[in-house]
C-alpha cells in the first residue's frame, strides 16, 4: 500500500459520496462512491497481507479486473454511440471470462500480465473514441466543467502509462532495488494524477453560490 496514493483515494472516496443524493447527478458518477471504497478495503487488505508475508497475486489479479470491468461500464455511460456501446457492453461481459481463461491455463500463480495488457488497451482504446466523439458534437463542450472529460483523460493517461509498467511485471523479479523504487514512486505519481482527475471531475460542475455582501 501506498499511503499518499491511498490518501487521495480517501479524499475522493469522501468528495464522491456528497454526490450519491445530489439532483442531476449521473448515474455512473453515484456508483463511483462504492467502487472507491471497495477500492480503499483492497488497498488495506493488500498491506496487510504483504505485511504478513502473504501472496497478494490473487487478490490483485481479483481487483484489476474490477476495476476494468467498472471503468468499462463507466465509459459504456459516457459514449453516446449505440454501436459503440454494444461493443463495450460484449466486452464487459467476455473480458472476465479471458482472465480466468488466463490465471488458470496460461499465466498460474502469477499477476495477469496478458489480460491486464489487454485491458489497457480497451480503456485507452475506448477513451480515445471518445475523445473523436467530442469533437463531433453540434454545439461546443465548456470542458473544464465537463466530468466525463476528466475522466477520460485521467483513464487515458494513467493506462498509456501503466501498460509497459504493469504489461512487464512478471519479468522484473531480480531486477536492483533501485529500480524497484523507482517503479513504486512512478506507480504512486499515477494513481496521484488517476484520483486527482476523478476528484476534479466530481467538483467541476458543482454551482457556487456568490454570496452578496451589503455594505
Not at 29 to 40: D, G, H
Not at 173 to 179: E, F, K, L, P, T
Request: net charge positive; glycine share 4%; aromatic share 20%.
Amino acid at each position: 500500500m501506498n499511503f499518499p496514493s491511498l490518501v487521495i483515494q480517501i479524499i475522493s472516496l469522501l468528495i464522491s459520496s456528497f454526490l450519491i443524493f445530489r439532483r442531476n447527478t449521473p448515474r455512473y458518477i453515484k456508483v463511483f462512491p462504492f467502487f472507491l471504497l471497495v477500492t480503499v478495503i483492497i488497498e488495506i487488505i493488500g498491506y496487510e497481507l504483504w505485511m504478513n508475508g502473504i501472496k497478494t497475486t490473487l487478490l490483485y489479479n481479483f481487483f484489476t479486473t474490477l476495476e476494468f470491468e467498472f471503468y468499462l461500464f463507466l465509459l459504456y455511460n459516457i459514449i453516446q454511440n449505440s454501436k459503440f456501446r454494444k461493443a463495450i457492453f460484449y466486452c464487459i461481459c467476455f473480458y472476465p471470462v479471458l482472465v480466468i481463461a488466463n490465471i488458470c491455463l496460461i499465466q498460474i500463480n502469477t499477476f495477469h500480465t496478458i489480460t491486464y495488457a489487454f485491458g489497457c488497451l480497451l480503456i485507452v482504446a475506448v477513451c480515445i473514441y471518445y475523445f473523436f466523439e467530442l469533437f463531433q458534437y453540434p454545439k461546443s463542450v465548456d470542458l473544464k466543467r465537463e466530468p466525463a472529460f476528466w475522466m477520460c483523460s485521467g483513464l487515458l493517461f494513467f493506462y498509456c502509462c501503466s501498460f509497459p509498467l504493469f504489461g512487464l511485471l512478471n519479468f522484473l523479479h531480480g531486477v536492483s532495488g533501485v529500480i524497484m523504487r523507482n517503479l513504486a514512486s512512478i506507480v504512486m505519481i499515477l494513481n496521484i494524477l488517476l484520483y486527482t482527475s476523478f476528484i476534479i471531475a466530481f467538483l467541476c460542475n458543482l454551482k457556487v453560490r456568490k454570496v452578496k455582501i451589503h455594505r
